[in-house]
């Protein structure tokens, strides 16, 4: 069998994948026609370097990664700390149906337990209850994504423990109406009025999604429900029904893209981040707005706002890209003009001072309200133009924006990074000496700093960015990885990237530095992709493998594990007692991960993540007695290498069908990445390695390894025998050492008369 049956491996090693057997749906549509005006619409990114995949992506808190199956894992802050405060895992319970469930670092501990106590393990976990996703982003509280058909989901916590109702009406008074401030969450509603339910209900039928009225549903998109009855309230600006493109979020809210051009927000609306206009009354003395003070504008669409309302462009902008800022959000339009809604802080936006000041004022006519001409804090509750970031999109292309707290960056598609912003932690100026609010420049220029070797670092060979707090993340294209910034939160915090930087001087000055080095790497891994949250930042290596630094709050560094503890978890090159201090030295409980460490238990470390059942004819389709049903299990591994545990699979029928004789098949068809025939090589049939009986069938062979790189096809028929009932069932793949599930399908076809 050239070794694809052999003894496995229970040291896990690295990380890696299964790609998903996916219908070949038309995704999302490369352009489309608006008021005769063509939109072209920029495709959600699905590709990845060969053998990744998993990749990381921004969330607020939550470490989140998308894999090739459209799978959504996350983990670190996933459930704020208890079951009554279900978050972005999707889940209510510790052992949900669908969701992903949490666990304690200590046994017998409880499971409502603060997180004070540093005892919640919220480790990689991937979310069932739907996938297919192209697009995901993350709040403080919640999370968003768009599925490949272009629906719009959103799940976590709409209330952020407030714990009121939800009201039918449009949207929540911040203040000076009497309504509770709510401040992080999705709070979206359903198209057909219906509130949108916290997490993702544990009796999600993935199967069949829409079996209950308190079913997980589209938000938005061709599959949303749409209003029925005189009691249900559609949007304020009708019923859009094309596709969503992508989402975006920033602390307290959301936006997201759709197909034809047009632009949607839900969430606070305290930095303008819903983009539509300076509303309601109490214009003459907003104070210091935010909550803090009466006049702060709200009505049904300025609010906090439980219901999508479309961004004020002026009439004939369509938009083809949105990115998040830290508390707002910047638009790519069809002429390449770049727009900007949100908070203005020290220079993040990309508007210098006279820009700023020439679209800001008190009367509701105005885009922006100026409050601190210091730092040019300013609030811009309509989209204003950016002249300096237009000029450098058309001049140069864009790839990707990524925004942090006080500063933006933009990869143009020459491979050169563009930064703004503060000078605080070098983020926006990179080689500014000074450490203040007050110095910074709107201006972007390409990054060009010292690094905390003394060298001289030019951004122009890069391939991927992202930006969190107070730090940015590039990749180049020979690999590497850089941080800069905040040393503590994704910056570089010491030249020395061996596990004991004890003598290596602390990036004091915070300037740019390697994160990853592929020729320190024992097998010469490249870097490939970079993500992250608030605090922590994640790397992606060629081989799909999740490495991550920075902040360990919640375990969001180390895989959801030691929040202020020492961690020797099976996959870490060393037990990781995270550095705490300036002295370089590692303490008992530090809560800061250096260098980037190796994520355990994320897609495939050492197990295969899909396993695709299908039947002929298609799910929930009648069958009748005497007709044949036709089934494919597909089991694929892309990895390009390491070690894999013994599986096992196994399948059922059920008792109203019986096996067609000689109709089953166990076939590899491909391996090591070439194309195989097992018709013409007998070696790639391994139909002898499973026991049929009268219901289904199972591997009987212990050490049945599925080798990287290859592809198992198993192919068979049943005849109906019952009268009424099923026919089919759940196909199942397991780990030998331990029985666990690694993933399962299952089709089911009602017997009708």
């Known amino acids: 069998m050239n070794g694809h049956w052999r003894n496995g491996s229970i040291r896990i090693v690295a990380a890696a994948i299964v790609t998903a057997l996916l219908f070949s749906f038309c995704g999302v549509a490369d352009a489309a026609y608006v008021n005769e005006r063509r939109v072209v619409i920029s495709s959600p990114e699905e590709t990845f370097t060969d053998g990744a995949g998993v990749r990381g992506t921004y969330a607020l808190d939550t ?12 983990w670190g802050y996933y459930n704020v700390c208890t079951i009554g405060n279900a978050g972005q895992s999707g889940s209510s319970s510790s052992n949900p149906v669908n969701g992903a469930s949490y666990t304690l670092d200590q046994p017998g501990g409880s499971i409502t337990r603060d997180c004070g106590n540093h005892t919640l393990n919220n480790r990689p976990a991937v979310i069932k209850g739907v996938n297919g996703f192209t697009s995901v982003a993350g709040s403080a509280y919640a999370l968003m994504a768009v599925d490949k058909q272009g629906n719009l989901y959103g799940w976590g916590d709409n209330t952020q423990g407030a714990r009121f109702a939800v009201p039918s009406s449009a949207s929540l008074k911040a203040s000076g109406g009497g309504a509770t401030l709510v401040s992080g969450g999705v709070f979206g509603l359903y198209k057909d009025g219906t509130a949108l339910p916290e997490a993702l209900p544990d009796k999600v039928n993935q199967m069949n999604p829409n079996e209950s009225d308190d079913t997980w549903k589209p ?25 969503v493109v992508s989402v975006a979020s920033n602390e307290y809210a959301f936006a997201y893209l759709k197909e034809d051009g047009t632009v949607w927000t839900v969430g606070q609306n305290g930095f303008g981040q819903r983009g539509v206009g300076k509303q309601g009354n109490g214009f003459g003395s ?48 069809t002429d390449n003009n770049v727009w900007y809604w949100g908070r203005n802080y020290d220079g993040n936006s990309g508007l210098t001072d006279d820009e700023l000041k020439a679209v800001s004022g008190r009367d509701s006519g105005s885009s922006c309200y100026l409050l601190s001409a210091s730092t040019m804090d300013a609030y811009c509750y309509s989209p204003v133009k950016v002249p300096s970031l237009t000029n450098v999109v058309r001049t140069n292309g864009l790839r990707k924006f990524a925004e942090g707290y006080q500063f933006g960056c933009l990869l143009d598609d020459h491979g050169k990074l563009w930064v703004w912003g503060a000078s605080t932690n070098k983020v926006g100026m990179p080689d500014s000496d000074a450490n203040s609010n007050a110095v910074w420049s709107a201006t972007p220029s390409v990054f060009s700093a010292t690094t ?30 850089y941080g800069w910034g905040e040393a503590y939160l994704g910056g570089a915090q010491f030249a020395d990237l061996s596990p004991d930087a004890s003598s290596s001087p602390w990036n004091s000055s915070h300037r740019v530095g390697v994160v990853w080095d592929p020729t320190r790497d024992p097998q010469h891994r490249k870097a490939t992709k970079v993500g992250g949250n608030k ?20 375990g969001a560094a180390l895989g959801g594990r030691g929040y202020g503890q020492t961690v020797c978890a099976e996959g870490l090159p060393v037990c990781v007692s995270p550095k705490i201090g300036m002295t370089g030295g590692r303490v008992q409980g530090g809560l800061y991960v250096w260098p980037a460490t190796f994520v355990p238990d994320i897609q495939n470390v050492g197990r295969y993540e899909t396993l695709v059942k299908n039947s002929y004819p298609f799910q929930d389709t009648g069958v009748h007695k005497g007709q044949i049903v036709e089934y494919t299990l597909k089991l694929a591994n892309d990895r390009t290498g390491y070690q894999n545990p013994a599986v096992r699979v196994e399948d059922t ?9 000689d109709s089953f098949r166990a076939k590899y068809t491909i391996s090591n990445g070439h194309v195989i025939d097992a018709d013409t090589d007998p070696r790639w049939d391994v139909t002898s390695k499973f026991t049929l009986t009268d219901t289904g069938f199972n591997s009987n062979d ?11 096809i198993i192919t068979y028929k049943v005849k109906v025998t019952g009268d009424s009932g099923t026919v089919g069932g759940k196909a199942l793949l397991t780990r030998v050492s331990d029985g666990a599930e690694i993933d399962s399908d299952q089709t089911y076809n009602p017997v009708v008369k």
């Open 535 to 554: 605090d922590a930042a994640n790397l992606n290596l060629e081989d799909g493998s999740i490495y991550s630094w920075g902040e360990n709050g919640g």
């Open 219 to 243: 938000i938005d998109g061709p599959d949303a429900p749409l209003p029925t009855g005189n009691d249900r309230v559609p949007y304020a600006q009708g019923l859009n029904k094309s596709k």
């Open 63 to 74: 470490q989140v990664a998308v894999d090739k199956g459209g799978n959504i894992w996350v």
């Open 702 to 712: 212990p050490s049945m390894v599925l080798s990287p790189q290859s592809t198992l």
């Open 452 to 481: 905390n070797t003394g060298r001289r670092f030019t951004a122009d060979h890069i391939v991927d960015i992202n930006a969190g707090f107070h730090a940015g993340q590039m990749v180049t294209d020979d690999g590497y990885v």
């Open 653 to 661: 029928w059920g008792s109203g069908a019986s096996l067609v004789p």
């Open 286 to 333: 907003w104070g210091l707005l935010n909550g803090r003070s009466t006049g702060y504008p709200f009505d049904a669409s300025g609010g906090v706002s439980t219901r999508p309302t479309q961004v004020r462009f002026p009439d004939g902008v369509k938009i083809k890209y949105i990115s998040n800022s830290y508390e707002g959000y910047h638009a790519v339009d």
